[in-house]
């Protein structure tokens, strides 16, 4: 029996993209707003019945509007992680575990992908 090489990636070595399409803002006071657009059958029926809003808009935190300009389709998340780290100091920590749940939940949202 052949034994299958396993090839282990570091999450931290990913490099996030904007997912293309996704509008954002920003305002006066650095806060980022995502401006997703609610497409698809079941979101055009709620949007009827429930009269559910045709975009809807996500206000990020500060940790996150600090991130989300850094997201340039080519810094590593841990690239990130030392902006985040030197803008934020002891209050970014624990960093990475923080930064690795905050970009699966991008991901999983769709709000960016991981490359």
Known sequence: ?????VIEENFLDK???HKE???FSTDDNGIVTL????K???????QVILRKPKISYIHLEEFGSFIWP???GKKSIYEIGEKVQEHFGEKANPLYERLATYFQM???YGF???K
Not at 40 to 46: E, F, T
């Open 35 to 38: 401006e997703t657009e609610n």
């Open 21 to 23: 399409g996704l509008g």
């Open 15 to 17: 490099i996030p993209v």
């Open 112 to 114: 960016v992908n991981l």
């Open 70 to 72: 850094l997201i340039d």
């Open 1 to 5: 029996m052949k034994k299958k090489k």
């Open 106 to 108: 991008l991901e999983r």
């Open 40 to 46: 698809g059958v079941v979101n055009k029926i709620a």
